[in-house]
């Protein structure tokens, strides 16, 4: 069974920088962030497979980078120059296959989430 834990979550003004962690227990094959903002659908962030491949949406490319330690056991995402629409609960998410997909159908665990507040 793979448990996640998120932390991190917080305010921050526009233009700063916020690091989002998870602790996950279990084996996996690919790991991910999702956010999901009030009234809108969750989608998906940034995943990274157990090859080390990565994909970031192009909402967030080139300001948030997803990454994870040697063993897989902690996830990061670092969040720069964030701006006001980046407003979300985000969540960690994980597959015990290797999916190249941003369906959150395709992860079948999932953390509780922590919320990123961004204000202008």
């Known amino acids: 069974q793979v448990q996640l834990v998120e932390s991190g979550g917080g305010s921050v003004q526009a233009g700063g920088s916020l690091t989002l962690s998870c602790t996950i227990s279990g084996n996996t094959r690919t790991l991910a962030w999702f956010r999901q903002a009030p009234g809108k659908e969750r989608e998906g962030v940034a995943r990274t497979l157990y090859n080390g491949m990565t994909k970031h949406a192009e909402s967030v490319q080139g300001r948030f980078t997803i990454s994870a330690d040697s063993a897989r056991k902690i996830l990061y995402l670092q969040m720069n120059s964030v701006k006001p629409e980046d407003t979300a609960m985000y969540y960690c998410?994980?597959?015990?296959?290797?999916?190249?997909?941003?369906?959150?159908?395709?992860?079948?665990?999932w953390g509780q989430g922590t919320q990123v507040s961004v204000s202008s």
């Open positions: 998410a994980a597959s015990t296959r290797a999916t190249m997909s941003f369906a959150t159908e395709d992860y079948n665990f």
